[in-house]
């Protein structure tokens, strides 16, 4: 899977490692992720995350 990069703040969200604190399971692929779902670090939305 795909691990995207949060382009404010440069959290990389890891699908093997997901985000459990905020509800995301582990095994949970980016475009699964809840359309609400912000970074964990800076709040920003979904929409600012980019492929790496």
Do not use: L, R
């Not at 382009?7 to 699908?15: E, L, M």
């Not at 997901?18 to 920003?44: K, L, M, R």
């Amino acid at each position: 899977m795909k691990s995207y990069t949060c382009t404010v703040c440069g959290y990389v969200y890891d699908p093997e490692v997901g985000d459990p604190a905020n509800g995301v399971q582990p095994g949970t692929a980016f475009t699964d992720v809840p359309e609400d779902w912000v970074c964990p670090i800076c709040g920003a939305s979904k929409d600012e995350f980019q492929e790496t």
